[in-house]
């Protein structure tokens, strides 16, 4: 427990040393090895985890499969692809009817630019295991990221039968509507917040599409949300205590609306702004910011939400954020003041040398603050967060910067996207390469005319 403590704390190091004692004191127990293995793994300490699998298995650990696909999302963690390739490869020869094998393998070949490998094994994954939702939600997640929305669409919603996938009856779950206009009249649904903020602040353009169809829609979001969506068109009501629900028919997770309205990529409700800022808002901030003086006022977001009590989002967000070090050229452009969007322990990080960086978020309370903010702002850079989703849905341009494997909603092969017409991808060439994205942010931000300029 206390290793488990230090892991979820971020502390790996502390971590491994404590669970090395453990596995000594047991060497028989070779499943206490893949226990604390998969532990430091689901933190964020991936190279601690392979050092501890490599230090203590044995040959005969050595021949099980699931010593072979753990080795290998290791290596995959840690950017080591093409071994990892191989440690996957030799273990669907070896075990072929292994489906954590084959599902592995195929989110491994998408990594490697291999679609159609990563496809074919992912199938067969869901062949072996056709009632397994991670290995459902693989696919999906691989047919996303591919463009190929309406065959995902089945596959996606089996992430609800997870462990508290859904915090609602299955049931009542919202049904994909066929092409009657008043197919919800009369009928009340529940819309509620399922992971991140960014992903209602994404999917809430939906809302008016449902409010079309006739529905009364109600919006179970967190409290920093609530303000903000107050206003959106189309929605009745925003609770944010879960005990105190109110009636509903039917209920649908942000996450599941593109699958009710059976979106594809040409059908996305692409419209913006979908969310505005309170006039009254934005002109108590407006005194509050420092005045535009002929520059570009540009909005600075490096991390995202760590989310350290979800097994498995450490590594996640260790390869999606950066460190404000990193945004250093950017103090190179001319004519732009800088003002800081970021929430969060990565907020305390001082500006590196020529960046002058204003913050006025420790006087921001909620996702409405922060949008009177950006409504003043001529651009966002930021990291895939929240704030590229805010940005995007005021309709502010958007300088997003991402890493090699990107979450699926940004595609592949794609600077650009179908979801904020305003915003571009400056994506990683290469894993941890944050230098060449940011030199694309600079390029683009050299782009862009100060209103002064195009007065």
């Excluded at 699931?66 to 191989?86: N, Q």
């Excluded at 074919?120 to 991670?134: F, G, I, K, T, Y």
């Excluded at 040398?353 to 996702?367: C, E, I, K």
């Excluded at 940005?391 to 909603?409: I, K, N, Q, S, Y």
């Amino acid at each position: 427990e206390a290793g488990r403590m230090l892991a979820r704390g971020g502390r790996g190091a502390a971590a491994a040393t404590l669970y090395d004692a453990a596995i000594a004191a047991r060497p028989e127990r070779r499943d206490l090895i893949f226990a604390c293995v998969s532990d430091l793994h689901d933190f964020g300490a991936a190279a601690a985890a392979l050092d501890l699998l490599e230090r203590h298995c044995l040959p005969s650990d050595r021949a099980a499969t699931a010593w072979a696909v753990l080795r290998g999302v290791l290596l995959a963690d840690l950017d080591r692809l093409a071994e990892a390739r191989a440690v996957l490869e030799d273990a669907t020869e070896a075990a072929p009817h292994e489906a954590a094998a084959w599902t592995n393998l195929g989110m491994l070949r998408e990594r490697c630019g291999d679609f159609a490998g990563a496809l074919a094994a992912s199938d067969e994954a869901v062949r072996l295991a056709p009632d397994h939702p991670q290995i459902r939600l693989n696919r999906a997640v691989l047919l996303l990221r591919a463009g190929r929305f309406e065959a995902a669409w089945d596959d996606y919603e089996w992430r609800l039968r997870q462990p508290g996938g859904t915090k609602l009856p299955v049931e009542t779950l919202l049904p994909t509507l066929g092409p009657a206009q008043d197919a919800l009249a009369g009928r009340t649904v529940l819309v509620w917040h399922e992971e991140g903020f960014g992903d209602t602040l994404h999917f809430i353009r939906y809302v008016p599409m449902l409010a079309a169809r006739g529905a009364r829609v109600i919006a179970w979001v967190p409290r920093a949300l609530a303000r903000l969506l107050a206003a959106v068109p189309g929605l009745d009501e925003v609770v944010t205590d879960a005990a105190a629900l109110p009636q509903y028919d039917w209920h649908c997770p942000v996450f599941g609306l593109p699958r009710v309205f059976a979106t594809t990529l040409a059908t996305i409700p692409s419209a913006v702004p979908y969310l505005k800022a309170e006039p009254g808002l934005v002109a108590a901030w407006r005194h509050r910011l420092p005045a535009a003086a002929g520059c570009l006022r540009i909005g600075l977001a490096w991390a995202g939400q760590a989310r350290p009590w979800v097994p498995g989002f450490a590594l996640v967000d260790a390869r999606r954020s950066m460190a404000l070090a990193d945004l250093a050229p950017l103090a190179a452009v001319a004519g732009v003041r800088f003002i800081s969007l970021q929430k969060g322990p990565a907020a305390s990080q001082p500006p590196p040398p020529g960046l002058d960086l204003f913050d006025p978020m420790a006087d921001v309370t909620d996702f409405a603050d922060t949008a009177a903010i950006v409504a003043q702002l001529d651009g966002v850079i930021s990291v895939d967060t929240a704030i590229v989703h805010l940005a995007g849905a005021l309709g502010r341009p958007v300088f997003m910067l991402d890493r090699t494997d990107p979450c699926w909603r940004w595609l592949s092969g794609r600077s650009d996207s179908p979801w904020y017409p305003a915003l571009r991808i400056c994506r990683q060439p290469a894993p941890g390469d944050w230098a060449s994205a940011v030199r694309a942010a600079v390029a683009a931000l050299n782009g862009l005319r100060s209103p002064a300029a195009s007065g």
